[in-house]
Every structure is written in structure tokens, then in C-alpha cells.
């Protein structure tokens, strides 16, 4: 790790239900806020099915876009139908961007972007489908007219065109780019809920590399349409009464959570030299593919646990380093169980303290992982552990690891790590450049 370029978070971008910004985060976070409310899915006024979402609030995109007429020309590509994904992405860049104080226009060329989401537009493009069918069908039965199924088809493919082009996730990269400058290497990734992690590793290579002088890596959710929920009732793991509860013995599933998070990464001297505030350094990631199962992980497998190894490796840093562990934390008992079991060996050697942030923002699904982070990073600035909340019967294996209670605590190493659906594992290791 010596040898290599140091890269270190300049600036975080956290937008979710407890706040947008990190001031207004932190604040909730340290108070334990959480803000769950039952999302009710509609189709014109009949309700198809009620289900516990973290939501935002009074999100507005002019909140956090200054450039009014590049609004309106994506507006005006996107012919005024809203994109929420490409706007979450957005905030979340603009919130990074201005907490960094990094500017972009000084070396255009030299700033890359590093985009995640789990599928952007993909729920609003069903959604635009299914109505422009059932309204092609509904006027020709009542002008008494034949349904000709390739007729129906023409039309509602001619009126979705620009929505369904907008699916292609280059286009999220190239709007937000263009919103903000951004000209450099841009990569959009989808490695399911560890999609963060893995975009974090490419903005550090790149960085090193000397082919970046900063990266932006931004990741946003929103969870609302009722596919997503109607797959993970069918699996069983979505809790209906709201509450997220890691490793607790009645754990029953996710709730979803809206938005995501932005970084800024930049390489250590650079930063210093321009007087930015560093949160922390990225020291480094472990990544592998179990290629088993689709919605839980291959149980026995090591490579979880080869993941965090590998990222501690990486790092430079042993067990008895960590003073706190972020898992995944998604409440799901089988995937808990699984976690326990790999990150134990590692608990036992240190000296950490083990917390989770679904139950107070949700599960931002592709982008959850940067969200995490931006919480750490807001963690280690302030030396504050928040306690796992909604947990009453913590698994016994893992007791005592867990932060029962809100804790000062100067946090000088963070593994965080992240087991996504089809087996995609991640973890990473962050330090504190003001202890270390």
C-alpha cells in the first residue's frame, strides 16, 4: 500500500430520508430519526398495494441544479416526462460537488464519474408502457373499433421512444456529466447492492493510475414502483410492518429507502495542496463473484470472508485495526446469518464495534453501499457510533460487537461490506488521516 497514491474523500453527498446534506444527516442520524412512512402504489384511484418505504420529503431538483437551462433542455429532451432516478443522481452529485469545493471547471478532462443505480428508468419505462396500452385499448373499445394487436403495438412503441432510449444507462452518465462538466472516465456500474463498493475500487485506480485527477462516484434509488416490492413479497423478504432489524432473531426483510449518496475521491497531495477538507482515506477493496444463487448468498461458501481479508490486505491493516464494522446489515435472516459467520473471525481478533444504517435510511438497493459511506465518513468526523436500532433478540454469536447505545468514539479504521444479490461481495477499508 506505500507505494501506491494515497486517495482520500473530499466530499460526501448524502440525500435520504432523514435529510439532504450532511449537516441536516448527521443531525438526524445522531437523534435517531427515521422517517418510514406506508407508500401506497395506484393506478388512477384504485390502490394496488400499501407498503413501508423511507421517504424523502419536499425533494425538489432546482433545490440543487443552478443551471436553469440545462434543466430545461434535459427537460425538453426527455419531452417534460419526469425522470426521478436522473434527478436523485443529480442532487446527489451537486451535494458532493459543493461539499468538496473541487473545481471542475479548472480541469474538466482530469474529473471523472463513477455512476451506479439497479436498473435507472427501467420501473418508470413499465409504468409509461402499461398505460399507453391499456389507454390504446381503452379508446378503441369505446370508439367501437377492432383491436389489432400490431396497430396497439405502433402506437405505444411511437409514444415511448424517448423514455425507453433513456433506459440505456449511458445516458444517466451523460446527463449528469453535462450538467456539471464532468469530461473525464466515465463508467457506470451495476454489481447489484455492492455496486457502491465496486465503483469506489475503479475511481481509486483510476486516480492512481494518473489518469483521473478527481473522481465522482454517485449513486441514487427510487424504490417506489411496485415491481420491485411485488418480487420481494414473493420472496418473503421484505418486512411488512416497516422495520429494518439486522441480526435480530425476528428479523424479517427490507424496507426500501429513497436516494443515494455522492463522493468526491481525489489523490492525497492534491487535496492537501488545495486545502480540502479530508474525511478519510480510501485504503483499499476486496471483490469476488460467487455466481451461485440470485436473492441470497451461497451458504458455506468463504468468499465473503475472503472479501474483507482481501480488502484488509489491501489496506495494509490487521483485525486488531478495525474499531468499526459496517455490514451489510440487510436484515434478511439467511444473508444475516451468513454475515455473522464470515465477519466473525474477524470480530474476534479486534477490537471493533458493529452497527448497521438500514434501519434508519432504508435499503437504497444499487446505490445503499455510498450511502453507507457517506455515513461513515460523517461517523469518523464527528467520532460517533450510532446504535443498531430496531434489535431486540441480536443474534448471541454476534452480541458483543453491537452498539447498543450512541457512543463517542474516535474511529480510526472502517471495514464496510456489502453482500449483493447473484453473489456479488465487497468490502472496503476507510482510515482516519487524522488519527493514523
Known amino acids: ?38 407508500h401506497a402504489c395506484t393506478y388512477g384511484k384504485d390502490i394496488w398495494e400499501y407498503f413501508y418505504v423511507h421517504k424523502l420529503t419536499n425533494f425538489k431538483i432546482d433545490n440543487y441544479v443552478s443551471d436553469k437551462g440545462l434543466l430545461q433542455w434535459i427537460d425538453d429532451w426527455k419531452e417534460n416526462q419526469r425522470d426521478i432516478d436522473y434527478e436523485l443522481l443529480a442532487a446527489t452529485t451537486s451535494l458532493a460537488i459543493q461539499d468538496s469545493g473541487f473545481d471542475i471547471s479548472s480541469c474538466p478532462q482530469e474529473v471523472g464519474l463513477m455512476m451506479v443505480h439497479e436498473n435507472p428508468g427501467l420501473e418508470p419505462l413499465i409504468d409509461h408502457l402499461t398505460n399507453k396500452t391499456l389507454e390504446a385499448v381503452q379508446r378503441r373499445v369505446f370508439e367501437k373499433k377492432e383491436l389489432l394487436p400490431l396497430e396497439i403495438r405502433k402506437e405505444v412503441t411511437e409514444a415511448s421512444q424517448r423514455l425507453g432510449y433513456d433506459t440505456q444507462t449511458f445516458m444517466h ?32 485506480q483510476h486516480i492512481r493510475s494518473g489518469r483521473l485527477r478527481a473522481a465522482i462516484v454517485v449513486g441514487a434509488d427510487y424504490p417506489d414502483f411496485v415491481y420491485k416490492y411485488l418480487w420481494f413479497k414473493k420472496l418473503k423478504i421484505y418486512a411488512e410492518d416497516g422495520l429494518v432489524k439486522p441480526f435480530d432473531e425476528q428479523a424479517n426483510g427490507i424496507v426500501f429507502g429513497e436516494g443515494g449518496g455522492g463522493l468526491v475521491l481525489e489523490e492525497y497531495e492534491s487535496a492537501k495542496k488545495r486545502g480540502a477538507r479530508i ?34 490486505s489491501e489496506a495494509g491493516s490487521s483485525h486488531a485495526d478495525i474499531d468499526l464494522m459496517i455490514p451489510h446489515g440487510v ?51 464527528s467520532s460517533f457510533v450510532p446504535p443498531l436500532l430496531n434489535t431486540n433478540q441480536i443474534d448471541p454469536n454476534l452480541e458483543p460487537w453491537i452498539a447498543r447505545k450512541v457512543s463517542e468514539k474516535r474511529i480510526s479504521t472502517v ?17 482516519n488521516p487524522r488519527i493514523n
Open 173 to 204: 452518465l451523460f446527463f449528469i456529466a453535462k450538467l456539471f462538466g464532468v469530461q473525464g472516465f466515465s463508467l457506470f456500474m451495476n454489481n447489484a447492492c455492492s455496486s457502491g463498493l465496486y465503483a469506489m475500487e475503479s475511481a481509486a
Open 415 to 431: 471495514l464496510k461490506t456489502s453482500c449483493g444479490f447473484a453473489g456479488y461481495n465487497a468490502a472496503v477499508v476507510l482510515t
Open 1 to 38: 500500500m506505500s507505494s501506491k497514491k494515497r486517495i482520500v474523500i473530499t466530499g460526501i453527498g448524502p440525500l435520504c430520508s432523514i435529510g439532504s446534506g450532511k449537516k441536516e444527516v448527521l443531525s438526524a442520524l445522531m437523534a435517531g430519526k427515521t422517517q418510514v412512512l406506508k
Open 331 to 381: 436484515a434478511e435472516r439467511v444473508t444475516d446469518k451468513h454475515e455473522v459467520r464470515s465477519l466473525l473471525p474477524i470480530l474476534k481478533e479486534g477490537r471493533s464495534v458493529v452497527t448497521a444504517y438500514k434501519p434508519y435510511v432504508g435499503h437504497n438497493l444499487g446505490s445503499s453501499a455510498l450511502l453507507e459511506l457517506c455515513l461513515i465518513c460523517m461517523c469518523m468526523e
Open 279 to 312: 474525511y478519510c482515506e480510501y485504503r483499499g477493496g476486496g471483490f469476488n463473484l460467487e455466481g451461485m444463487k440470485i436473492s441470497f448468498p451461497s451458504i458455506g461458501s468463504d468468499l465473503y470472508q475472503r472479501a474483507a481479508q482481501e480488502a484488509l
